[in-house]
């Protein structure tokens, strides 16, 4: 994100910021929220608002969801809104077992394309399983499959019974004209990594009501984007 912005969100916080670096592969979404919990003191009292990227916004779920199922002890943690980028909701076909080495392809090409470092963790990481053929051991990736028994139970849920509904908001993007591709299917919008209509689709839970889509941004330039973050700065100053 350019250091204005970053400043800007920032300052409409007073300051009260965190970042949650969390395992990506190897655990999944359940585990990293369990596992932030354990990193807030026990009794405090949190109301929180989540700015996401890809994964990272099922971590936000499981928050917001199943805080019930949470080890909070005397904690409170209550999630305000969230604001998804690019985050697959209802999942992305590269999480199929069937399709690792489709993934682990597009990571690498995004990497070759724009020499961004963000993909290169994954992608050696990825590789690694692949090569040793222990790619089912990597819970967090197939967490992220349309059909798998993670995103079917989490989108199960109905309305949120442990709080009241967070506000949910979403960026999504197409980066090319849609086309058929052999992984998403013919004129399916993407952002290389996870589909449009995936980021707005929540299952029983509903829609994301507010869910904006840019145009030639990929899955690890969202936060570049100036149209998103002229959003995210908008969604930040709604009224909770």
């Known amino acids: 994100m350019p250091a204005e912005a970053f400043a800007r969100l920032h300052a409409a916080y007073g300051g009260r910021v965190i970042a949650f670096d969390h395992h990506t592969l190897t655990h999944d979404p359940a585990e990293n929220a369990r596992r932030l919990i354990a990193l807030i003191p026990d009794g405090a009292d949190l109301h929180l608002d989540v700015l996401a990227h890809s994964r990272g916004g099922l971590v936000a779920r499981e928050l917001a969801q199943n805080a019930a199922a949470l080890p909070l002890g005397r904690r409170r943690v209550r999630i305000g809104r969230v604001m998804f980028a690019g985050t697959p909701n209802a999942g992305t076909p590269l999480a199929d077992p069937a399709r690792l080495r489709h993934l682990a392809g597009r990571l690498t090409t995004l990497l070759a ?5 963000g993909p290169l963790g994954a992608v050696q990481e990825l590789v690694k399983h692949l090569a040793s053929g222990a790619s089912g051991d990597l819970p967090g990736l197939t967490a992220m499959s349309p059909a798998g028994a ?3 139970g989490l989108n199960a849920f109905g309305p949120h019974a442990h709080g009241p509904r967070p506000r949910y908001r979403a960026l999504a993007a197409e980066y090319g004209p849609p086309g058929d ?7 399916v919008g993407n952002d290389v990594v996870v589909p449009v209509a995936a980021v707005g689709a929540m299952g029983r839970t509903g829609r994301v009501p507010d869910t904006h889509v840019l145009e ?3 899955h690890h330039a969202y936060f570049e984007s100036a149209a998103a973050t002229r959003r995210i700065l908008t969604w930040a100053a709604e009224a909770s």
């Open 113 to 117: 394309a724009t020499g961004q470092a």
């Open 150 to 152: 993670y995103l079917r």
């Open 181 to 187: 591709d052999g992984v998403f299917g013919e004129g």
């Open 216 to 218: 030639r941004v990929h």
